[in-house]
């Protein structure tokens, strides 16, 4: 069935004149005429009793006008849709994170784009950062904060606000109340690390700043979620170095010192895909772009 010839029916059954649908049409009544004969023989019904004065609905046709509106309703509505999405006005975003990223630049971004571009639902999902730089490859993700200073091929990455790495004790140890900790202090101290597996570039940075001051770490314990190497200093596991905003955790028993003499980075940025060319994703990085161009005032470390 020609969605023309619908058209063509539901106006000439609001009007009951060949004329002024026509017109309203925006074609000559021969045309018109010609299509409503083709659309009764196509479904081999009558739908207008019509005479040299007088244009009337058959009882086919009002059954039949209640289901072509329909029809034609849902078609504006799958056009809107369309150019909503073309736009950027509307779709989904799905957005990788790890744990970190809720203490940092993540939230703040999200929530930016949400007022922005209310018609995009953005669904989060929690993974390490191999993980979404896997998925982001595959196109499984659109884009995704992680804790990488450097991304593979064809991905491209924003830098997240700068966050440093302080140390994190638990809160009755013996330096928990300094006001820096020297890291040669803690050379004969047990250490609770990233699991290299989950994130190489959170284990690989820890372990460059001990060596380089002299520190050979003896691990004790090695946790795939930098929240979970924060509980487990806080039971006493050993101590670790941690990015600093994760104190906005609120996690009790421990406390985060910065480190003498150093600010060490920790990594993390806003990954995609170089190629993706989503109408909804390009808003969301102009986003993040504006959102990380504005000053984030950190708290200190308690």
Known sequence: MKLHLLRYFAVLAEELHFGRAAERLNITQPPLSSGIKALEE?????????????????????????????????????????????????????????????????????????????????QLRELSSSEQLLALAQRQLHAGFVNVAAVPPRLAHMPLTEDTLVCCLPQDHRLAHDAAVSLPALAHESFVMFARDVAPANHDNVIALLQRAGIHPRTRHAARQWLTVVSLVALRMGVALVPASLARAGLQGVRFVPIAGLRHLAVGALVWHEEADSPALRAFIDCARGCLQEPFLQSPPP
Do not use: W
């Open 42 to 122: 196509g479904l081999g019904v009558k739908l207008f009793e019509r005479s040299s004065k007088h244009v009337a609905l058959t009882a086919a046709g009002h059954a039949y006008l209640t289901e072509v509106r329909a029809v034609l309703d849902h078609v504006e509505r799958a056009a809107e849709a369309a150019r909503a999405v073309a736009a950027g006005r509307a779709g989904r975003l799905d957005i990788g994170f790890t744990g970190s990223m809720a203490y940092r630049d993540m939230p703040r971004i999200v929530h930016a784009f949400a007022a922005r571009a209310p018609g995009i639902e953005v």
